[in-house]
């Protein structure tokens, strides 16, 4: 498949040493072909005398990986630590720059060369290029539990500040390295902690023994549950931003993404398949990966390890680590080894150990620098031309720029902002109105810029491909999933175009009107309203839910307030809530903090529509939220409800275990939350769970929770039925093909509200949702349960088979029922996807705070 090297055989006998003297080699278990290394410096600490243990002999804990780097920074002059973060938890992401000396030393002005590449490309020669090295980050272990890949970073980072000869001199001179070692820490913690501490001195081969068995949730994740290497894209969560400013920073030629696979696998390597590459990568950035190729399968030919490629895996979602650099000018490659997870286990292929695995991804990593040094060139021309490029892709394109936001929705559109001007992407102030849009409400993104690639692919609907299979989602249309409002822009841009934004600021709360001696409110609507309702809850305010329009006078004017607004009485029944100062003083922080405008409204009466203190009006209650967790669930999506309520709302959540729901006392929470649900609960549990919804309990249920709930009764709904394809004469070898194209991997249809219904306050008569299965809802017949249908030609961006297609016209997609005292909602749709689907979060938050009010 790959080309062979002459050059590569020349330097592998130049510099592989048949012997060693003791100390002179790598402090590893098993023979690893090191060329260009003749001998290493006993000055740098091992592993072992540095965390008590040698590579591949014991899972490695994040904070010894941090001491490891910490203590060769210090020691040696081939090495510098930095720091780009911090986890959820607090643990810290470091990260080494690795070069020569005389690189070290020249550090600024060497990243400053590089930066042109893309902000200066048409004015760098090639003459310039000649004297440049190249810069490659290598990543590990972005899936916790995938571990070897840190142990490998842990390894090569020894080898390259310890190891002396001429290769290694060649490489550091050519090479500025940036080593990530561990791009999860978190979800690396949970994993080493769980392994080291279920094995005993002799390790078991046994995948039924306890360290081969990691409880729910695993280590995969970080402390939220949510997969990082979907977030490149999204960049919604610590380690993705700090890892994405030190990718920007430097802006490297190569990126190595480290991973594992099914344990009787063996070993892939970039390419993926050919037919599921993303067609806005230049054909140029596969051939250099296939070339790059060739240096893995030669080491690894070395050692005789098998290999694979071009299989599997693919190069089309732009959010994982492996392709968020095909569109930044840069080669991303994906490393699979087949997995150990414990120290020891049994394959089809008989023991596979640790230091197996470790030693995979360590010669990959050798094999990626050789290529890096010898291709220097090249990968330097690549990134140059790719921006160079820049232009002519611009005017190849139908639209000059793209407007989008809105000030209805100001905070979503700034987190937009925020999103975009992470993956420098340059955006601008709108100069003057475009259509709906106007200025110091929306911005414009000019098409004419080095990012055009990556603005485009956020930025467009694609509804034809070329293959229908996907490794992941087939569409990521970011104003779609931040629920703003957007538009092309055709012919000149120069009128529009307003002042450069260089950061994100979040605003538009504000305080209309004097102090009140009655009631001030704000419309629901805003992205943090929930957290605003929720703080006025906890300081005692008793609000009230406003379900019908209305008008109030604003310090003498008249001012038009929709449904879902929030009532803020200055005095409350009881005397619990705050004084009126203090209401006053809580209202200005919250309208600082969370964006939201508050009006002094001049007394109860009003113009048009309800009084204030109508019985009309829903006096709302604190909600009391557990969200079922544990075996039986999906890790993801409760990851994504944790988050979205507790880490961005502030409210205190339950994760209540399956195992304990016979247990639990249900009466303390007013919500339950049921998402990614599929087993786990008795029948006296669901007997024990309809109780408690008849008594007054609101049960909410998204994605395959749906379709268990129905299943259960706990809701009279009905799922349309999925179609099945292909008969008897079906070929064995096309059924998966056949099969696969019809699941929904990541595709965005467009639903109608009624607006008019509590969960669907705040929000258009049209949002856009993220669908990842196919489960439709046949529409209720009962008055007022359809909150959100899909409308005829409801696609709006990604694959969809015919077949599974025709499911939605006429289908409803959030169901909301009564049930005795209480409430059942569904949502066939996950509203909270891997955090950036800003558009329907707000769905889910009035299930959570208006449950009960219809």
Not at 99 to 118: E, Q, V
Not at 253 to 266: K, W
Not at 745 to 769: C, E, M, R, W
């Amino acid at each position: 498949m790959f080309r062979k090297s002459l050059k590569f055989f020349l330097f592998l006998t130049c510099f592989v040493l048949p012997v060693r003297a003791s100390g002179q080699q790598l402090p590893f278990s098993l023979p690893v072909p090191t060329p260009g290394v003749a001998s290493y410096d006993s000055e740098i600490p091992t592993h072992m005398e540095v965390i008590g243990h040698e590579i591949g002999q014991h899972h490695t804990r994040p904070d010894q990986i941090v001491t490891y780097f910490e203590t060769l920074a210090e020691v040696s002059d081939r090495v510098r630590l930095g720091w780009h973060g911090m986890t959820y938890e607090g643990r810290p992401l470091v990260h080494a720059i690795v070069s020569s000396r005389s690189n070290l030393a020249n550090l600024d002005a060497i990243r400053a060369a590089n930066t042109r590449l893309s902000d200066e490309a048409s004015d760098v020669t090639d003459a310039e290029l000649t004297g440049m090295p190249a810069i490659v980050y290598m990543g590990y272990s972005v899936h916790g539990n995938e571990a070897s890949g840190s142990e490998a970073g842990m390894l090569l980072l020894y080898y390259l500040a310890a190891g002396n000869g001429r290769g290694i001199d060649e490489l550091l001179e050519s090479t500025v390295i940036i080593l990530d070692p561990s791009l999860n820490p978190d979800g690396r913690d949970r994993f080493a902690d769980w392994v080291n501490r279920n094995r005993g001195r002799v390790a078991t081969t046994d995948r039924a023994d306890r360290e081969h068995n990691e409880p729910w949730p695993g280590g995969r994740t970080n402390h939220y549950l949510f997969d990082l290497n979907r977030d490149w894209l999204p960049a919604q969560h610590p380690e993705s931003q700090g890892r994405l400013e030190l990718f920007h920073s430097w802006r490297p030629q190569i990126l190595t993404d480290y991973h594992e696979m099914g344990g009787n696998a063996t070993y892939f390597f970039q390419p993926g398949i050919p037919s599921r590459a993303n067609p806005n990568t230049p054909q140029r950035t596969f051939d250099i990966t296939g070339e790059i190729a060739a240096y893995h399968a030669q080491y690894l030919d070395e050692m005789g390890s098998l290999y694979y490629s071009e299989e599997s895996f693919d190069d089309f979602y732009y959010g994982k680590g492996s392709t968020y650099p095909d569109v930044n000018g840069a080669i991303g490659i994906l490393f699979e080894q087949a997995s150990s997870r414990a120290l020891k286990t049994e394959t089809s292929d008989g023991e596979l150990g640790y230091p197996f695995t470790v030693r995979n991804h360590f010669t990959a990593s050798l094999s990626t620098l050789r290529a890096a040094t010898e291709m220097r060139g090249r990968l330097l021309r690549h990134q140059r031309d790719f921006y160079r490029d820049s232009p002519e892709v611009a005017r190849s394109l139908p639209m000059s720029g793209y407007v989008f936001g809105s000030g209805e929705y100001r905070t979503r559109t700034q987190a937009l902002v925020e999103m975009l001007l992470r993956h420098r992407i340059q955006v601008h102030r709108l100069a003057q109105p475009f259509g709906e849009f106007q200025p110091g409400d929306a911005y414009v993104i000019p098409m004419n810029q080095p990012q055009v690639r990556l603005v485009k692919t956020m930025m467009e609907r694609v509804t034809e491909f070329t293959d229908s299979l996907f490794y992941d989602v087939s569409a990521w249309t970011m104003p779609l999933a931040f629920g703003v409002p957007d538009a092309p822009i055709n012919g000149s841009l120069n009128s529009y175009l307003g002042g450069r934004v260089e950061s994100a600021v979040f605003d538009g709360g504000d305080m209309i009107g004097g102090t009140s001696n009655v009631a001030y409110a704000f419309e629901w609507g805003r992205y943090y309203s929930a957290r605003a309702l929720w703080r006025l809850q906890g300081a005692g305010v008793a609000a009230r839910l406003m379900t019908s329009p209305f008008s109030g006078f604003v310090e003498g004017q008249r001012r038009d307030f929709d449904r879902g607004t929030i009532v803020i009485p200055v005095v409350s029944r009881d005397g619990a809530g705050p004084d009126p100062e203090a209401l006053r003083g809580l209202l200005e922080t919250i309208a600082s903090e969370d964006h939201i405008e508050f009006f002094a409204l001049d007394g109860g009466s009003t113009p048009t529509g309800v009084d204030l203190g109508s019985g009309s009006a829903s006096v709302l209650r604190q909600p009391s939220v557990a969200v079922l967790s544990g075996r039986g669930t999906s890790g993801y999506r409760v990851g994504e409800a944790w988050h979205l309520l507790n880490e961005r709302m502030g409210i205190p959540v339950s994760l209540l275990d399956v195992s304990r729901f016979g247990s639990a006392d249900l009466s303390r929470y007013t919500t339950i939350l049921m998402t990614g649900f599929s087993s786990g609960l008795s029948e006296s549990d669901v007997e024990k769970l309809k109780t408690w919804v008849r008594r007054g309990g609101v049960l909410i249920a998204t994605g395959s929770s749906v379709s268990w709930a129905i299943r259960q009764e706990l809701v009279d709904a009905e799922t349309k039925e999925v179609p099945s394809v292909g008969d008897g004469e079906t070929p064995y070898a096309d059924r998966s093909a056949l099969t696969g194209a019809q699941f929904l991997g990541g595709t965005i249809f467009k639903t109608t509200l009624d607006t008019t219904h509590p969960l669907a306050y705040g929000h258009p008569a049209q949002v856009s949702v993220f669908k990842t299965n196919r489960t439709i809802l046949i529409p209720s017949e009962d008055a007022g349960e359809n909150v959100s249908r899909f409308p005829q030609q409801a696609l709006e961006s990604g694959y969809v088979s015919p077949p599974v297609y025709e499911l939605f016209e006429g289908g409803a997609s959030i169901i909301g029922a009564r049930s005795g005292g209480g409430r059942v909602v569904l949502f066939t749709e996950d509203p909270n996807f891997r955090a950036f689907w800003y558009g329907t979060n707000g769905l889910l938050l009035n299930a959570v705070f208006f449950g009960s009010a219809f």
